[in-house]
């Protein structure tokens, strides 16, 4: 499995779809439809934000419409019984919750009405949808057992599994991205934690362009970086607990995720680093080679 993975040319979602990588092939086809629905919608508002900076009322309400029909769509999936559609499929076949589609239908929404984090709270709560969302579809489906060709729903509890590494992930996300975010009109970063660092949106989009990097900036990374470490200790923990009731390749699959974000989160360096692109994405190589260690020290 690990030999056919093409680690040049997974692109989007590249951890998720690595991970799967190692489900079977009904599973890992079930998440490849699940989040190029998903991917699809952010893709629309971000790109349009990106390019215009702005979304106008009018634009909000064909935006708003658009995530409204998408939801309607996923919510009749249990009672559309013509068999139509790839994700309405995938979610009677695979029992994918309804709540993980809705949490993420309202963090769009958020997205459409709003620009930016009012608070650090405010993007945590923001998180249960973007990420904690598509991340408990992913904990769902590597959950769940089968027993005569019939899926049965994960022995544990799917969003307490999920949230740790969700947003461990999701913080480390952001950090990542800093450079591609600012440059594409898009701030992550809470208002009231650059109130607190003395920071504005100009000092963060001059950052990101190349200038120089005050003390502020590094300290409100050095504090989001150890927000995630609280997420990551807890992911540790969450693993163990839930790992006994997962098959082999399952558990696997769990590690794998995590490495490839931990992997990130030890690139950053916030008293020296630069916060480019370039300095906190691996390399493919680095990425397979993180895995293949991954698959080398996995006991059964």
């Known amino acids: ?73 996923a919510k ?21 919750p309804h709540w993980p589609l809705e949490a993420f239908a309202k963090a769009m929404i958020y997205d459409i009405d709003n620009t930016g984090f009012r608070t650090l709270d405010n ?84 950052i990101a362009e190349g200038g120089s990097i005050p003390g502020t900036f590094r300290n409100m990374m050095d504090n989001y970086c150890k927000l995630a470490d609280t997420y990551c200790k807890a992911t540790f923990t969450i693993i163990e607990k839930i790992s006994p009731l997962l098959e082999p390749r399952y558990r696997l699959s769990l590690l794998i995720i995590f490495n490839l974000y931990l992997m990130v989160y030890e690139r950053i360096n916030t008293g020296k680093g630069s916060f480019t692109a370039a300095e906190l994405n691996p390399a493919p190589e680095e990425v397979r080679k993180r895995v293949y260690d991954t698959i080398v020290h996995f006991r059964v």
Not at 13 to 20: C, D, G, Q, S
Not at 136 to 141: A, E, K, P
């Open 123 to 206: 993007f945590l709560t923001y998180s249960q949808g973007a990420s904690v969302a598509p991340a408990s579809i992913f904990v769902h489906l590597n959950g769940l057992t089968c027993n005569q060709e019939e899926y049965m729903a994960p022995a544990f509890d799917v969003k307490e599994a999920a949230t740790p590494c969700a947003i461990f992930s999701y913080l480390v996300h952001i950090i990542r991205d800093f450079q591609k975010d600012q440059l594409n009109n898009l701030n992550y970063f809470a208002d009231d934690q650059m109130v607190k660092y003395g920071l504005t949106a100009d000092d963060l989009r001059k």
């Open 1 to 73: 499995m690990f030999e056919r993975i093409n680690f040049n040319k997974i692109l989007d979602h590249p951890n998720i779809l690595i991970a799967a990588s190692f489900w079977e092939e009904e599973r890992y086809l079930a998440a490849k439809t699940c989040y190029k629905y998903m991917r699809a919608i952010d893709d629309l508002i971000d790109c349009h934000k990106s390019v215009h900076g702005r979304i106008s009322q009018d634009e909000k309400k064909s935006f708003l419409r658009h995530v409204q029909s998408w939801m309607a769509m």
């Open 76 to 96: 009749d999936a249990e009672n559309d019984l013509t068999g139509n559609g790839e994700l309405n499929e995938t979610i009677r076949k695979f029992h994918i």
